[in-house]
């Protein structure tokens, strides 16, 4: 959403502020849930909890698109972008105003050293690993950029950090408690990783380098593989509509007739990020 992105240009105060709300909230979940639930580590698995993998599958995809199409205030009632974007970044460990951040830079500066889900001379495993952390130097050079390094910025940003890498630890912890260590194995990890893997296979293969070493935005929906994620994904794969038009909720349904020039001014305006 622009609010986020406005909030973390002109405040300096905005990034520590958010992240130490989340740790709040979070904790007195986690200390009442904790209170209230008769809650024990024995972990007893069996051939029923198998079931639960096609159910982790449908919702490790479906969230996380919801989730990004709220970060692009694609719902209709624009309020509820809010309200179901952070409920949705909580399965993927997140608050959503640092996804927001992120995600306005990878489109701002696609396939450029200032894109945070840049894939270019990378394996697909390396980026596999590395693509849910891959944009806090990115994030910290603009943060900078906009207010100035100094002992107080440095302090502000690297609290930021820490608070958001809490924040993680806490959101797992409440996964855990909540859904008790049976259905937290045989369902939220293999709902992460299903996340994880198709929104990074996404990035990865949509953002191609062609013989002349140019980098392609591709639109692919190829196969069985592609078509199914498509369906449940709200067309993810179609990356170079989403590109062109973000606003569009299933770029699978949008007819490129004036292509990139509408993703370019979507995010800029005389040359810097709305």
Same mark, same amino acid.
């Given at each position: 959403m622009k609010l986020f992105w406005v909030k973390f240009r002109t405040e300096a105060k905005f990034l520590p502020g958010y992240f130490a709300a989340h740790i709040l909230i979070l904790s007195l979940a986690f200390l009442i849930l904790k209170?209230?639930?008769?809650?024990? +580590?024995?972990?007893?698995?069996?051939?029923?909890?198998?079931?639960?993998?096609?159910?982790?599958?449908? /919702?490790?995809?479906?969230?996380?698109?919801?989730?990004?199409?709220?970060?692009?205030?694609?719902?209709?009632l624009k309020k509820l972008n809010f309200i179901i974007g952070e409920l949705t970044c909580? /399965?993927?460990?997140?608050?959503?105003?640092i996804i927001s951040i992120n995600h306005t830079l990878h489109h701002a500066h696609s396939d450029s050293h200032?894109?945070?889900?840049?894939?270019?001379?990378?394996?697909?495993?390396? /980026? /596999?690993?590395?693509?849910?952390?891959?944009g806090v130097e990115i994030i910290?050079? %603009?943060?900078?950029?906009?207010?100035? %390094?100094?002992?107080?910025?440095?302090?502000?940003?690297?609290?930021? #950090?820490?608070?958001?890498?809490?924040? #993680?630890?806490?959101?797992?912890?409440?996964?855990?408690? #909540?859904?008790?260590?049976?259905?937290?194995v045989a369902f939220f990890i293999p709902?992460?990783?299903?996340?994880? +893997?198709?929104?990074?296979?996404?990035?990865?293969?949509?953002?191609?380098?062609?013989?002349?070493?140019?980098t392609q935005i591709l639109n692919i929906d190829s196969n069985l593989y592609y078509n199914f994620i498509n369906f449940v994904g709200s067309g993810i794969y179609f990356h170079k509509n989403h590109h062109a038009n973000p606003k569009s909720f299933n770029p699978k349904y949008l007819y490129l007739s004036r292509s990139v020039k509408k993703s370019s001014s979507h995010y800029r305006m005389n040359g810097e990020l709305l």
């Open positions: 209170h209230f639930m008769d809650f024990q +580590f024995s972990l007893h698995l069996n051939n029923t909890y198998l079931l639960y993998l096609p159910v982790a599958l449908l /919702f490790g995809i479906q969230v996380p698109t919801l989730m990004h199409n709220c970060v692009h205030g694609n719902l209709k909580f /399965f993927v460990l997140m608050g959503m105003g200032m894109d945070p889900h840049n894939p270019a001379d990378k394996s697909f495993l390396r /980026f /596999f690993f590395t693509s849910l952390l891959s910290e050079s %603009k943060y900078y950029q906009f207010h100035g %390094k100094s002992t107080k910025t440095v302090f502000l940003f690297k609290s930021s #950090i820490m608070m958001h890498f809490l924040g #993680i630890f806490l959101r797992l912890a409440l996964w855990f408690l #909540i859904l008790g260590p049976n259905v937290f709902a992460f990783f299903f996340y994880v +893997f198709v929104f990074s296979h996404v990035n990865y293969v949509t953002h191609a380098v062609d013989q002349n070493g140019d």
